[in-house]
């Protein structure tokens, strides 16, 4: 019988060090389509897809940057949903993170291949050329995925008492399940990290090559956007949409133009409430499984914390959602070889091998 799963499409951030050469391992059947990718950035005058995964090394500087991460993620993430074994699979529905909006677009049918590839690398090469603002994450939950008493409330008070200050910008971009994603200007960021405490040895952790994204620095990309890619690029999806507002689009019922304007408007330059969008799949859609498309394996944490937030099938802690995983797998990584096997490969889904 078949399994019902919702996918989610990966953002900024996930092709990293592991990831090079992940087209060439997973997805060397899929020639036409990553030329056709190739060609449109060779129209471009970028260096192609396949030639970035390809490289000998692995280049923060080079692979990082917005018009070649974005790319890259895409092709990546649009095979691995292609490679899904339906006669397993019945998909109930897709959302995604932040740029994964973009993804899920092309998953569900709202764009077609080429056409979220386009979206997608112009958004990109804008954000780039552009490149205002940046990016650090900042937790609020303990070791065992629970919310800290008061701490984001802690959180939310100094961004905005930072972002009250002359010349400092600060606001929340993404609500990433037990993690914020800070947005602002240089100034405002610096004040962040000199006047938080750090958490986990690592955080405030700064993300390099992001912009301010899904803030109010972002508008004039957004009116770029508008002007370069037109309504004719969007079509009805054929799989239900959740959005980074947790907002449902259905098939069949969808005003283009509406999801057009929220594509390149609000998702752009508003927070994009990725918690939100999860807490929607759990319990509107009720899937068995949730499947993260690659590359990385950055993303599962944070759906799993999102799992708990919503209290999805009783899970309200770490050792919680590794004690369902063990006997379920409820999460699975295409980005983990383990895992992406019981996705594509002819085994079934039952004991899951390891958790996250």
């Known amino acids: 019988m078949k399994q019902t799963a919702v996918i989610i499409a990966p953002g900024r951030g996930t092709y990293n060090r592991s ?41 923060i500087a080079k692979h990082t940057r917005g018009d070649n991460a974005s790319g890259l993620i895409y092709a990546c993430a649009y095979a691995d949903f292609l490679s899904i074994d339906r006669d397993r ?25 080429m056409g979220g590839f386009e979206v997608v690398n112009t958004m ?13 994450i900042y937790p609020f939950v303990d070791d065992n995925w629970v919310e800290i008493p008061h701490a984001r409330q802690v959180i939310e008070r100094k961004m905005a008492e930072i972002n009250a200050r ?4 600060l606001a929340l971009s993404i609500d990433l399940g037990g993690m914020l994603v800070i947005a602002g200007n240089e100034a405002g960021l610096s004040a962040f990290e000199a006047e938080m405490p750090p958490m986990q040895e690592r955080f405030p952790l700064r993300l390099p090559n992001h912009a301010g994204f899904h803030t109010s620095l972002q508008a004039p990309v957004a009116a770029l956007g508008q002007a370069q890619l037109p309504l004719g690029l969007f079509h009805q999806p054929e799989l239900p949409l959740i959005d980074g507002r947790g907002a449902l689009w259905y098939p069949d019922a969808v005003d283009l133009t509406a999801l057009r304007n929220y594509t390149l408007g609000h998702q752009i330059t508003r927070t994009y409430d990725f918690t939100a969008a999860i807490r929607t799949a759990a319990r509107e859609l009720m899937p068995d499984a949730f499947i993260v498309l690659g590359p990385g394996t950055t993303l599962g944490g944070a759906v799993a914390q999102s799992f708990l937030q919503a209290e999805w099938r009783g899970m309200s802690c770490k050792a919680d959602f590794q004690t369902t995983q063990a006997s379920t797998l409820r999460l699975a990584s295409m980005g983990r070889e383990d895992q992406r096997n019981r996705v594509s490969g002819g085994c079934e889904i039952g004991r899951a091998s390891s958790v996250l």
């Open 166 to 169: 002359t010349g400092h910008m």
């Open 19 to 59: 990831e090079l050469g992940y087209l060439a391992r997973h997805h060397g059947d899929k020639t036409p389509l990553i030329s056709a990718f190739d060609s449109y950035r060779q129209d471009q005058q970028q260096e192609s897809i396949s030639a970035l995964d390809s490289a000998e090394r692995f280049s």
């Open 89 to 113: 699979f019945d998909i109930i529905g897709v959302t995604g993170n932040s740029m994964g909006w973009y993804v899920a677009l092309a998953c569900a049918g709202a764009l077609g291949a």
């Open 124 to 136: 990109g090469t804008l954000m780039q050329q552009s490149l205002i603002g940046g990016q650090l």
